[in-house]
Structure formats: C-alpha cells, structure tokens
C-alpha cells in the first residue's frame, strides 16, 4: 500500500534493513506531526514536557530536538523509530 500521493521513484528502500519481527525489507520515512495549519516531522527532546500555562501546549526549544526517522516494514507494516543526529 502506498501513501496518496506518493510515487514510486520517492520510496527510500534500504535492502540491508530488515524488519526485526518478519525479516522484509524497511522503507525509511518520518511520522508527520499535525499542528495548526502546518505539518512537521516529529521530533525527539530530552527531559520531561512542561507545560505552559496561559497559551496550552508544552514549552519547546528548537535548538535541543533530534528529528526522528522511522522505518517501515513493506510487508507487516512494523514500525522502528530512532532519534540519531545526523
């Protein structure tokens, strides 16, 4: 199954990752983060959220986030995510 919108010559298919629970190939991607009005890509932040009082939400700095990119299995739809610096 394939994204909407999504063409074949855009797949990131790296043969040499396996899916840990049924051994198929892993497709490199990024889990989209829905705001308002804006999509991101999720990101990894160490510590615990605070939260800000008068406008909701949590604090954030963008300088101390690592982007998170996750693997998708082809066949069993497995998902593993890692937070590396690239």
Sequence with gaps: ???V???DED???DPTIKCPKCAAAM???YIADL???VVLQSA???GVP???RVIGGIRWNREENIAIITFRCESCGY???YAARP
């Design 5 to 7: 919108g999504q063409r």
């Design 35 to 37: 705001a308002e009005g």
């Design 1 to 3: 199954m394939r994204a």
């Design 44 to 46: 990894w932040t160490r």
């Design 27 to 29: 497709e490199k991607g």
């Design 11 to 13: 797949r990131v298919t």
């Design 50 to 52: 605070k939260p800000r």
């Design 79 to 81: 998902l593993e995510s």
